[in-house]
């Protein structure tokens, strides 16, 4: 494949960005003082409530619209208070896919793919190698004189995806690109976007409100809530401990591994006393659970779940123990010091 080659991914810098709507007496802080970087080549998912703030995050980084104060850097420059004219130019290094796709109806897939090209004065010949150089690359070579509506959602995101890659962005913004697939064609697309960030090094900044969708496909991932990042770090860091009750709740969506309110109460129902443990490398589990045996105390996996990501193991496990109330004490109070240990209680 000659025109599509690896690149150096932007750098996107966020510092202090705050962005205030106002009209009349009313102002709504739909971005409140946002520091974040996404390192070149990086996946970072954006994941938040619908009004988070994860839209009008998307739109100042492609300069659709500007902070009300703070900087957004674009691999070191700054773009906020650019003259339009500039801004246009940059944004050419920046791809979009959308949740509703955005393909031109009166165009074939090729017709659609070939548009941005068009617009940025590549001659015809050029511009059908290149086209088809990117039906190939999306998988949708035999594709190409269809119409959008002879295409299924998954081929019309691939096609959105082609054209998003047509000028050679070194970042690509995904709004909730995968919300109208089902879970298998969300699987390819999320697959075909590895890809492209791992192929082609492109930077891909991915607004969703699936934990999913972070889970498979990103490298770090920022939890927003009212304007603010409440949450950011490495994937593996926020779904094996998260730190704040939203993002716990978004990992629970994705994870089930502890007990819901009514398996809880089910499992209250018996003897002896349940706790869920946060198994990870150095959680001591094993050690506790060997010693309270060895007095007697019988302990039974009673629910848990177990998740590998990005070549990490972690999860978490509920067990009942049943014996001498002294001997269960000291294996809770041991485990308190060496992991995230909850006794479920009625
Ligand atoms: N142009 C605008 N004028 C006024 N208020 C706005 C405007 N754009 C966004 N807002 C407000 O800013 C807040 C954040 O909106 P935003 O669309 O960024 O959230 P979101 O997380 O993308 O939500 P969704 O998932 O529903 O798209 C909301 O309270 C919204 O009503």
């Known amino acids: 494949m000659t025109n599509i080659q690896p690149r150096t991914g932007t750098r996107v810098e966020f510092q202090g960005v705050t962005k205030v709507f106002s009209s009349g007496n009313t102002s709504v802080t739909a971005l409140d003082n946002i520091d974040l970087v996404v390192e070149p080549g990086e996946i970072l998912g954006v994941i938040g409530y619908s009004g988070a703030g994860k839209s009008t995050l998307v739109r100042m980084i492609n300069g659709l619209d500007t902070p009300t104060s703070g900087k957004l850097l674009l691999d070191g420059t700054n773009i906020v208070g650019m003259p339009e004219k500039q801004i246009r ?136 809530e009212n304007g603010k990042v409440v949450e950011f770090g490495d994937v593996y860091q926020v779904f094996s ?34 706790f869920t443990i946060n198994l990870t490398e150095h959680s001591g589990f094993f050690t506790a659970a060997a010693e309270a045996r060895s007095q007697g105390v019988s302990i039974n996996i009673v629910h848990g779940g177990i998740t590998t990501l990005k070549h990490q193991s972690f999860g978490k496990i509920t067990v009942r123990l049943t014996g001498d109330p002294e001997v269960i004490e000291t294996f809770y109070q041991r485990l308190q010091r060496t992991t995230e240990c909850e006794e479920i209680l009625r």
């Not at 969300?186 to 090094?201: K, P, Y």
């Not at 939203?246 to 819901?260: C, E, G, K, Q, S």
């Open 241 to 274: 401990a998260p730190k704040t009750q939203v993002a716990a709740r978004f990992v629970a969506t994705t994870l089930r591994n502890t007990p819901d309110q009514i398996e809880a109460d089910e499992l209250l129902a018996g003897d002896g006393r349940l």
């Open 89 to 224: 130019s940059l944004r050419r290094n920046i791809g979009m896919i959308f949740q509703q796709f955005n393909l031109m109806r009166s165009r074939t897939a090729a017709g659609n793919i070939a548009y941005p090209l068009k617009l940025a004065g590549m001659p015809k010949e050029q511009r059908q190698q290149r086209v088809a150089e990117l039906l190939d690359f999306v998988g949708l070579s035999d594709r190409g004189g269809n119409y959008p509506e002879q295409l299924s959602g998954g081929q019309k995101q691939r096609v959105g995806i082609a054209r998003a890659l047509a000028t050679n962005p070194t970042l690509l913004l995904c709004d909730e690109a995968t919300s109208a697939l089902d879970p298998e064609t969300t699987h390819d697309v999320l697959a075909l976007l590895r890809r492209v960030n791992q192929e082609l090094g492109i930077t891909i900044v991915v607004i969703t409100h699936e934990m999913d969708v972070v889970r498979s496909i990103a490298d770090k991932v920022a939890v927003m």
